[in-house]
């Protein structure tokens, strides 16, 4: 991904709104479009990830910005649908079969939680196919095999309603103490509620560039697309509650950050920042261990030592993460993104990351996909 560049990214907060996806997605295209400088006609290529709307739910979304004929491409791959389209639209600017290409991801999921994703009908028939449910048997597992406490997972949430207090994007912005969080509604046990992320809507989007095509437009500020791993499910990967369970699994999440990293030429050593797929408390330890942030069973560790709040080694989640940002499923991953540029631009603010250079997003969505993206300034 060497010759490949984020020219601009756009945005439109995440949450409840009276508007339909179609105007959401408007909204974080102009807005990636006016910020690469460019407009819809110097677009070679759209893809648009979205899980929950109708047939040609991208074309309906272009339609509001103009109509020029090139391919408008619909990607859907649940949680980590926008990362998917990314990785696409990377490839295709990678190979030269666009110069330019405009990625948006937008949704308008409705209340409550989600069901029947990427799963057999027996696991759905049972119960299992209700995602707080999975999330609730990764967490007791880290808890049996690990240090980890109810009160880390509370930590995390805490942690993350911390950092979105000054995010203006994001759902929740109020700090939450440890008794509240562990007071909240129990749901699964050992997840309450405010240890659980809320389906919402929202919308994000980017602009990628070849390098040579960003300096012919004199983009001010691209960000390198470093690297990019996805991955679906192997033989020897195992994802909750799968009936094919192994002591000695392998991490789809592990094995798309090998990916994106070696894609980049780096180390996770060389990670400033971290947006990761928090949907759950635990599901944020989780993926320490896969990042490799620190070795399987020093998850609970690192979150207590401080490292990875702000102001320490490696901030995790600084946009307030999916606890507080809430997930408008189809546009997550472009929103890590998103905050990723944000970040390694420093006009992220009071949530800053001092020094900020080189970011790490990270989604893992149901059905058994998984996608690690590295941005460098």
Not at 101 to 116: Q, S
Not at 275 to 286: K, M, N, P, Y
Not at 342 to 371: D, F, K, P, W
Request: overall charge negative; aromatic content about 4%.
């Amino acid at each position: 991904m060497k010759d490949v560049v984020i020219a601009g990214a756009g945005i439109h907060p995440f949450g409840r709104f009276d508007s339909d996806y179609r105007d959401m997605g408007e909204v974080a295209a102009r807005g990636a479009l006016a910020d690469a400088g460019v407009g819809l006609s110097d677009v070679d290529i759209v893809l648009v990830a979205n899980v929950g709307a109708e047939m040609a739910k991208g074309h309906n979304v272009v339609e509001r910005i103009g109509r020029t004929g090139v391919p408008v491409i619909n990607v859907e791959a649940a949680c980590a649908s926008s990362g998917s389209a990314l990785f696409m639209a990377a490839q295709m600017v990678a190979s030269g079969a666009a110069e330019v290409a405009l990625c948006i991801g937008v949704e308008k999921a409705p209340r409550g939680f989600i069901a029947a994703s990427g799963f057999e009908p027996w696991q759905i028939e049972n119960g299992l196919g209700v995602n707080p449910l999975y999330f609730a048997i990764q967490a007791q597992e880290l808890i049996a095999a690990t240090d980890t406490t109810v009160e880390d997972l509370a930590d995390v949430s805490v942690k993350n309603h911390r950092h979105a207090v000054h995010n203006p994007n994001a759902m929740y912005r109020q700090e939450v103490t440890r008794e509240q969080v562990l007071a909240s509604k129990a749901i699964c046990p050992p997840l309450t509620l405010l240890m659980l992320c809320a389906p919402n809507e929202g919308a994000a989007a980017v602009v990628l560039m070849s390098r040579r095509e960003a300096e012919r437009r004199a983009v001010a500020d691209a960000v390198a697309l470093r690297g990019i791993g996805l991955v679906s499910r192997g033989p020897d990967d195992w994802f909750v509650p799968a009936a094919s369970y192994q002591a000695d699994r392998t991490s789809l999440s592990a094995r798309a950050a090998a990916l994106a990293l070696d894609d980049a030429g780096i180390g996770i050593d060389d990670i400033d920042l971290v947006e990761c797929q928090d949907t759950d408390a635990g599901s944020e330890l989780v993926a320490y261990a896969d990042l490799g942030l620190c070795k399987p069973g020093d998850e609970a560790s690192l979150l207590r030592s401080g490292a990875t709040a702000l102001g320490g080694r490696i901030p995790v989640n600084p946009s307030g993460g999916l606890l507080s940002k809430g997930e408008p499923l189809g546009a997550s991953g472009l929103g890590q993104v998103h905050e990723l540029v944000t970040q390694v631009r420093g006009r992220a603010g009071a949530r800053q990351v001092e020094g900020a250079r080189t970011g790490l997003g990270h989604v893992m969505g149901a059905g058994h996909n998984s996608c690690v993206v590295v941005v460098q300034r």
